[in-house]
């Protein structure tokens, strides 16, 4: 059997992986434009909200538009545009321009999850598709990894400014997007596999290739499970991603130089969570049991690791905050690697990307909610007490509501 369904997936990967470089920049660099600009906390979150609410409106939109044109242009189609748009940012000097080229982000990085979630439905069978989820969902954390790394050496070792920093980054998403327009074709035909990789791709019972209509989805409980799921664990690493350079710094003195590691520390953590995550369930489903029994095993192992986190704000000692808050990124990227997969699970093929779309835009509200209430505390409590406290109990919460929705995870009957 040939294996170029996982070079589809490093494909995923590395697109993953740019595109959180690119939105996280601005949160590196948060104390330096804040001290540049004389940004309040309120001013931060307005410019996060931007980039949630187009985020929010670029995934209702792009889940179906990629479900109509393809993978391979609406993928290349939404990576020049948050490439472009990352770019941008070098131009900007105010809070509304800054916001601006947030906005524009935000509707181009949208169109990412639900094309690596379609392009994983399409070259994947269910019982490897959490493992392959994981694996370009790690991409997250590498990007999160690489960010800290990256854009101090840009802005501080190469004197480049923060301009340079999202002029370099946004400038690796074209290269990303030469190779992909190179590779990327469907399974049928492809020469790049073989019979027994084709019949290994395509050994779940046939589907109808007919569109499902957008109405129709929102209709489905299991739609709604996955949508208020990412409602309510989505804001979580937004909130790490956008606020924790903020945090290590003003509870432990951390500075553009010195964030690094301890950031860097935690994506680690996260990234085996994410692959470990999926591993868990497809391990599971292949041992004999159900997939409903081993997405939701590995969804509980994931809620009660992240319950600790609402002490990381207590602690005295950076590498005891390091080690809370990593097992909780972690955690939620197992989290976030089983819930993807589950809607690969219970939907068809053809309504995938449009499903993750409604998700991934409920998601991206409650992080505008997240932005709004971190910008609130901060402003006039002073403590980010508040805000951890919240983020520990809501994995479980969102398993409930999920196991009351879809208590057996079965498949929706959009077929007449």
């Known amino acids: 059997m040939t294996r170029h369904r996982w070079v589809i997936c490093a494909l995923l990967f590395f697109a993953t992986t740019i595109n959180y470089v690119d939105r996280q920049v601005i949160g590196i660099l948060k104390p330096t ?12 979150a ?20 990629i479900d109509t044109v393809g ?10 545009v948050w490439s472009l748009f990352g770019m941008a940012h070098a131009a900007a ?8 080229a947030r ?4 509707i181009g990085e949208a169109g990412n999850f639900p094309a690596a979630i379609r392009s994983t439905a399409n070259w994947f069978p269910k019982k490897e598709r959490a493992l392959a989820t994981g694996i370009f969902n790690s991409g997250s954390n590498v990007g999160a990894i690489l960010t800290p790394l990256v854009v101090p050496f840009i802005v501080i070792d190469l004197a480049m400014g923060w301009q340079g920093a999202f002029l370099i980054t946004g400038a690796l998403g074209f290269v990303w997007l030469i190779v992909w327009l190179m590779i990327y074709r469907e399974p049928e035909g492809n020469p790049k596999i073989n019979s027994a990789e084709f019949a290994h791709i395509r050994s779940d019972p046939v589907e109808r290739d ?5 109405g129709r989805l929102i209709r489905f409980r299991q739609t709604w499970a996955f949508a208020i799921a990412k409602f309510l664990t989505d804001p979580i690493w937004w909130f790490f991603l956008f606020w924790l350079p903020d945090f290590f710094g003003k509870t432990y003195g951390l500075d553009l130089k010195t964030f690094g590691p301890p950031l860097i520390a935690i994506y680690l953590l996260a990234d085996i969570g994410s692959i470990g995550g999926g591993w868990l369930s497809s391990t ?4 004999g049991w159900s997939i409903n029994d081993g997405r939701k095993t590995a969804m509980l192992v994931c809620a009660l690791c992240v319950l600790p986190v609402s002490l990381a704000v207590f602690a005295e000692n950076l590498y005891i905050a390091i080690g809370i808050i990593g097992v909780a990124a972690a955690a939620h990227q197992g989290w976030s690697a089983n819930l993807f997969t589950m809607v690969s699970d219970v939907m068809p093929r053809r309504a995938v990307g449009s499903v993750v779309g409604i998700g991934g835009m409920a998601g991206a509200i409650g992080g505008m909610l997240m932005a709004q209430y971190a910008g609130y505390v901060l402003e006039n409590v002073g403590s980010y007490a508040p805000i ?9 919460v969102a398993l409930a509501i999920i196991h009351i929705l879809v208590p057996r995870l079965e498949p929706a009957r959009v077929d007449p």
């Open 46 to 65: 307005n410019i996060v909200f931007c980039f949630q609410a187009a985020y929010a409106i670029g995934l209702l939109l792009v889940g179906r538009f």
């Open 210 to 214: 007919a569109p499902i209509a957008w």
């Open 103 to 106: 906005f524009g982000l935000g």
């Open 71 to 80: 993978v391979k242009w609406g993928f290349a189609i939404a990576v020049a």
């Open 388 to 396: 951890f406290v919240l983020i520990g109990s809501m994995y479980l």
């Open 284 to 287: 599971l489903i292949k041992r």
């Open 93 to 100: 000097s105010s809070v509304a321009t800054f916001a601006m």
């Open 33 to 44: 434009l804040s001290a540049e600009f004389g940004w309040s906390e309120t001013d931060y």
